[in-house]
């Protein structure tokens, strides 16, 4: 077995696959004895190359890592997520799954079985761990040895096939908002929404469909409302059928805010519409009354055409593809169809928006992002993705704290940690994974979010190279040894 040599599997892509067991990181610099609990993170780590000869980095099997922090001492762990795909992959020691999102490229042998990876999110609710992939049910699996239990799916409650890596929290209730889409079968434009309690019992349940099948990676809670947005970033049946790519970029389409009260029905749904957007990713949204504010980190056009080709096959304009911090506003009480107000907020490149979830749902001040800064030398740093951390303050709209990085190394998506039960909102640590391009091994740094321009307050050592992992997650020490 080899894998190719190809772009996804070299440089830092070059699979690692090593599930390993460390006991006490090194360190530079004061581990701050209140963190107390775990960072979960979760990477597409590919066990064999992908029996197309070609592959995504979103296809890669989940890898998911573990850093056990307690008195000032931080522990490693990793583990294979052993999803249905990898067990079978593994007894045939090759791959058995092709293209993503396309189950018409498999091996015959592996039709009808999940293809989930478990490769883009974690994290606990009522006491249960979950890792999730946006094309198939949550994955459960142990918070201490990270052993897999298998598919998830709520007790029964959730009949889904599909679940968002995104679940949205209120941090108030406990409960849990989650959705699916694709929900009734491939390219399917059936969406189906679940609010789960802080127990895990389901509450809420509604079944939708939205004006066209789209990627709907993340979408915002507020108090009273929920939305769904639908870009045109667009699958069809057909062409599936015919081996080809899930996603394909259609500027012809328009963006469609799909609101409906929180606990709502499906008849309440009013659809507003705007201009062609690609969004991943969302701080958080508020509403006062009707009107509901929505920040994200919005594009005009979906990135590059090497990932997302273009349904009319052209090129891309690549300032389109620019993620900014955006707001839109939407206002329920008016007509369906309507137009939402779009307005960008900073012009900079922006992604991986995080608040403090302390306020989700609720208005949120602070946000902070992955950013791409200048470098002394004036070029602009954008060699290997993010270089910095920016915190931002949506009240007066500027950036208020920053890190940059020298030369050769980036950051994965920070988490962020309350200093406390008490710290007012954004007080506390970033946990940010950061590649460096030198050594090719990774290093976690803990950044003071009072003061981000001091650089690390802790830097830990790893002697591995991590593979970039999307999303994670912080689970306080208490909530860990929950049941
Ligand atoms: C994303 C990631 C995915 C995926 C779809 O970050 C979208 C966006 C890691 O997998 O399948
Ligand atoms: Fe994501």
């Given at each position: 077995?080899?894998?190719?040599?190809?772009?996804?599997?070299?440089g830092?892509?070059?699979?690692?696959?090593?599930?390993?067991d460390?006991?006490?990181l090194?360190?530079d610099?004061e581990?701050?004895?209140?963190?107390?609990?775990?960072y979960?993170?979760v990477?597409p780590?590919?066990?064999f190359?992908?029996?197309?000869?070609d592959?995504?980095?979103?296809?890669?099997?989940?890898?998911?890592?573990?850093?056990?922090?307690?008195?000032?001492?931080v522990?490693?762990?990793?583990?294979f997520v052993h999803?249905?795909?990898?067990?079978l992959?593994?007894?045939?020691r090759?791959?058995?799954?092709?293209?993503?999102?396309?189950?018409?490229t498999?091996?015959h042998?592996v039709?009808g079985?999940?293809?989930?990876?478990?490769?883009?999110n974690?994290?606990?609710?009522?006491?249960?761990?979950l890792?999730?992939k946006?094309?198939?049910r949550?994955?459960w699996?142990?918070?201490e040895?990270?052993?897999?239990h298998?598919?998830w799916?709520f007790?029964?409650?959730?009949s889904?096939?599909t679940?968002?890596?995104?679940?949205?929290?209120?941090?108030?209730?406990?409960?849990m908002?989650?959705?699916?889409?694709?929900?009734?079968g491939?390219?399917?434009r059936?969406?189906?929404y679940?609010?789960?309690d802080?127990?895990?019992?389901?509450k809420?349940?509604?079944?939708?469909?939205?004006?066209?099948?789209s990627?709907?990676h993340?979408?915002?809670?507020t108090?009273d409302y929920?939305v769904f947005?639908?870009?045109?970033?667009?699958?069809d049946l057909?062409?599936?059928?015919?081996g080809?790519?899930h996603?394909?970029w259609d500027p012809?389409?328009?963006?469609?805010?799909?609101?409906?009260?929180?606990?709502?029905?499906?008849?309440q749904?009013?659809?507003?519409?705007?201009?062609?957007?690609?969004?991943?990713?969302y701080f958080?949204a508020?509403n006062e009354?009707t009107v509901?504010h929505?920040d994200?980190?919005?594009?005009?056009?979906?990135?590059a055409?090497?990932?997302?080709?273009?349904?009319?096959?052209?090129?891309?304009d690549l300032t389109?593809t620019?993620r900014?911090?955006t707001?839109?506003t939407?206002?329920?009480?008016?007509?369906?169809?309507?137009?939402?107000?779009?307005?960008?907020?900073k012009?900079?490149?922006?992604?991986?928006?995080?608040i403090?979830?302390r306020?989700?749902t609720?208005?949120?001040r602070?946000g902070?992002?992955?950013?791409?800064?200048?470098?002394?030398?004036?070029g602009?740093q954008?060699?290997r993705?993010?270089?910095?951390?920016?915190?931002?303050d949506?009240?007066?709209q500027?950036?208020?704290?920053?890190?940059g990085?020298?030369?050769?190394?980036?950051?994965?998506?920070?988490?962020?940690?309350?200093?406390?039960?008490?710290a007012?909102?954004?007080?506390?640590?970033?946990?940010?994974l950061v590649?460096?391009?030198?050594?090719?091994?990774?290093?976690?740094?803990?950044l003071?979010?009072a003061?981000?321009?001091?650089?690390?307050?802790?830097?830990?050592?790893?002697?591995l190279r991590?593979?970039g992992?999307?999303?994670g997650?912080?689970?306080?020490?208490?909530?860990?040894q929950?049941?």
């Amino acid at each position: 077995m080899r894998f190719p040599d190809q772009p996804i599997y070299s440089g830092w892509d070059a699979p690692s696959r090593v599930e390993a067991d460390i006991m006490e990181l090194e360190a530079d610099g004061e581990i701050p004895l209140d963190l107390r609990g775990r960072y979960y993170q979760v990477a597409p780590d590919s066990q064999f190359p992908n029996r197309t000869g070609d592959d995504v980095m979103f296809n890669g099997d989940g890898m998911l890592r573990m850093f056990t922090f307690a008195d000032g001492h931080v522990d490693y762990r990793s583990r294979f997520v052993h999803t249905e795909k990898l067990k079978l992959e593994r007894a045939a020691r090759r791959s058995l799954y092709g293209a993503y999102r396309n189950p018409y490229t498999d091996h015959h042998s592996v039709s009808g079985r999940s293809r989930g990876t478990a490769n883009t999110n974690v994290v606990l609710h009522a006491g249960k761990l979950l890792v999730f992939k946006e094309d198939a049910r949550a994955t459960w699996v142990d918070a201490e040895t990270l052993e897999t239990h298998g598919e998830w799916d709520f007790d029964g409650q959730v009949s889904s096939p599909t679940l968002t890596a995104h679940p949205r929290f209120d941090p108030t209730t406990g409960e849990m908002f989650t959705f699916g889409y694709e929900a009734k079968g491939l390219a399917s434009r059936d969406v189906a929404y679940y609010v789960l309690d802080v127990h895990g019992k389901l509450k809420h349940e509604v079944w939708f469909e939205a004006p066209y099948t789209s990627l709907i990676h993340d979408f915002v809670v507020t108090d009273d409302y929920v939305v769904f947005p639908v870009e045109p970033t667009t699958t069809d049946l057909d062409r599936l059928k015919a081996g080809g790519r899930h996603w394909l970029w259609d500027p012809t389409k328009e963006t469609y805010l799909g609101v409906m009260p929180r606990y709502g029905t499906a008849d309440q749904i009013r659809w507003y519409r705007g201009p062609a957007r690609s969004t991943y990713h969302y701080f958080n949204a508020y509403n006062e009354g009707t009107v509901i504010h929505m920040d994200g980190c919005v594009a005009e056009a979906q990135t590059a055409s090497f990932m997302y080709p273009d349904t009319l096959g052209e090129e891309r304009d690549l300032t389109m593809t620019v993620r900014r911090i955006t707001r839109w506003t939407v206002d329920y009480s008016a007509e369906d169809g309507k137009a939402f107000e779009e307005r960008v907020l900073k012009p900079e490149f922006a992604e991986f928006p995080l608040i403090d979830d302390r306020v989700e749902t609720f208005r949120h001040r602070y946000g902070f992002i992955g950013a791409r800064v200048l470098n002394d030398d004036g070029g602009e740093q954008n060699f290997r993705g993010l270089n910095s951390v920016q915190r931002y303050d949506f009240q007066e709209q500027r950036v208020v704290g920053q890190y940059g990085m020298p030369m050769g190394r980036s950051f994965q998506e920070p988490v962020f940690v309350p200093r406390g039960d008490d710290a007012t909102e954004g007080d506390g640590y970033l946990l940010a994974l950061v590649n460096d391009w030198d050594t090719m091994l990774n290093d976690l740094l803990i950044l003071d979010t009072a003061n981000l321009a001091a650089g690390p307050v802790a830097t830990l050592h790893l002697p591995l190279r991590l593979r970039g992992g999307p999303h994670g997650s912080w689970v306080p020490e208490h909530l860990v040894q929950a049941p």
